[in-house]
């Protein structure tokens, strides 16, 4: 059950959502724009993290947050969302398998929607992460990325944590 809140484990310092409407591809308009969104969540690393089952939980929750934030900027229904995608940004100090546990919990909370292809890697504040979609429909099988920057993130001991959606055309 979706809840965003005091309740939640992990504290998100920063939600950022950005909706893209692509109206005309490869020099042909578009009979209806390709819309996708991307949803970035700056977290706190979990200090001396190593629970994997915990940071899987972590990662599960803002998972959540970032899908119904993704959702809910273009409007959609879950069964209407055609492929995810999942990246991790992580600060200085923050070591890699802390990222990776975070990375499998987002790809848990996607699991009902479809296989989330997902990427990590390491920066500084204002690093630029490419989060990759697989379009999972037969007919638009490409991998397509946005690119996830937040100006202050990620600072020392931060995740930058990203999420795509696209939405399914009827």
Known sequence: MYSEGKNMKSEIRKLVVEVEDLRIHGGVALVAPRRRALAIAVVAAPAGGTDLEALRAIGSEIGEVLHHRCAEALGLKPSRVLGDGGAVLMGEGVRPELAQAVLHGLAGAAAA????NSVSAA???GSTLEVPLYRLAPTTGDLE???ARVNDAPRRGELIVALMRAEARQ
């Open 145 to 147: 990325v946005m690119d």
């Open 123 to 125: 920066g500084t504040l």
């Open 113 to 116: 929607v479809s296989d989330v």
